[in-house]
């Protein structure tokens, strides 16, 4: 069974640290690019930062500096590192694969930068 699941979500202040886990089973999670998404409330889901398989990563400007991806292939684990936390940064975050192996969406995990 394919399975994508993510967890390290929490509640931060403004200027905190949070570091996400997105848990893969079911695939060669090496030969998978990934990538991290959030959906904020009323909002679009967007994109914010993608690892290759090879490990080259790409973030969206809004993170850039702050946020950082990574992987582990020996665990089937890809990290998002997020430091220096806003307001805005509060999304319920999903990890996803490239091309994806699930339908849908994950359950997500709920982070929540509050003063």
């Known amino acids: 069974q394919v399975r994508l699941v993510e967890s390290g979500g929490g509640e931060v202040q403004p200027g905190g640290s949070l570091r996400l886990s997105c848990a893969a089973s079911?695939?060669?999670?090496?030969?998978?690019?990934m990538q991290w998404y959030r959906q904020a409330p009323g909002k679009q889901r967007e994109l914010v930062a993608s690892?290759?398989?090879?490990?080259?990563?790409n973030y969206a400007d809004s993170v850039k500096g702050r946020f950082t991806i990574s992987r582990d292939n020996a665990k089937n684990t890809v990290f998002l590192q997020m430091n220096s936390l806003k307001l805005e940064d509060t999304a319920v975050y999903y990890c996803r694969s490239v091309p994806p192996v699930i339908l849908g969406w994950g359950q997500g995990t709920q982070v929540t930068v509050s003063s």
């Open positions: 079911g695939i060669i999670f090496r030969d998978y690019a």
């Open positions: 690892i290759t398989s090879g490990g080259s990563a």
